[in-house]
């Protein structure tokens, strides 16, 4: 069975442009967790999706921004790039609510 | 508000020693708790798991047990190998909508 994927591996951006990271769940998964891991530290809660509903957000300003589409893969997508948005960013799903989440490898942003 | 606090790092054990990393936790209701290992260059994997008082979790040789009385969930090894060389994080779910992890602990192994 497949794992949580996300693309791309890499990606490298300019100051003010905008970045789109995917996501795709584990099969029968319908909750999509972003973090973002800045060099160093540790995670940061982002965003919840369950149901194609966001159900929570972390402490990121509203140019972070994402959503769940109806076969539960989802997108994250940050404008107006800084710099400090470099970091690793980590996807993950659970079967629901509770339940234990499994990792992406992750999407290694770089702005420039 | 819910929250984690893990033992801060780097640790460094000589190969075969004994590793105990702490985690405690702040939460309402009656959280999940989680020991996720980075590797480097990598994603996190679940270790182990458990979801009520007094559960033990276990995996590859770690083990954890969820104890409600010290609100900890400290992380253990008998004996460590080279390849246990990472970053360990406890996280929790409870009654917000999202995991809380801890701020990881480096572990070092040397041969």
């Known amino acids: 069975e497949a794992g949580v994927t996300q693309s791309p591996t890499h990606l490298i951006k300019t100051r003010g442009q905008q970045a789109t990271l995917r996501c795709s769940p584990i099969s029968g998964h319908t909750s999509v967790y972003w973090y973002q891991q800045a060099l160093g530290l540790g995670l940061q809660f982002l965003l919840w999706y369950d149901e194609g509903e966001e159900r929570n957000r972390g402490n990121f300003p509203p140019r972070f921004s994402g959503r769940q589409f109806p076969n539960y893969s989802s997108e994250l997508n940050v404008n107006a790039l800084e710099l400090e948005d470099s970091a690793l960013y980590l996807c993950?799903?659970?079967?629901?609510?509770?339940?234990?989440?499994?990792f992406g490898q992750g999407t290694r942003l770089t702005v420039v | 508000g819910d929250s984690v606090t893990q033992m801060e790092g780097p640790v460094t054990l000589s190969e075969e020693a004994f590793l105990t990393i702490n985690c405690t936790y702040t939460a309402t209701g009656y959280p999940s708790l989680f020991w996720y290992v980075q590797y480097p260059g990598e994603g996190l994997q679940l270790l182990l798991k458990a979801t009520k008082a007094d559960d033990k979790g276990s995996n590859k040789g770690f083990e954890a047990t969820y104890r409600k009385e010290t609100t900890s969930f400290h992380l253990e090894k008998g004996s460590v190998q080279v390849s246990d060389s990472a970053v360990y994080f406890c996280?929790?779910?409870?009654?917000?909508?999202?995991?809380?992890f801890g701020t990881g602990t480096r572990l070092k192994v040397l041969a």
């Open positions: 996280a929790l779910t409870s009654g917000t909508y999202k995991y809380i």
């Open positions: 993950a799903s659970s079967q629901e609510f509770k339940t234990e989440a499994f």
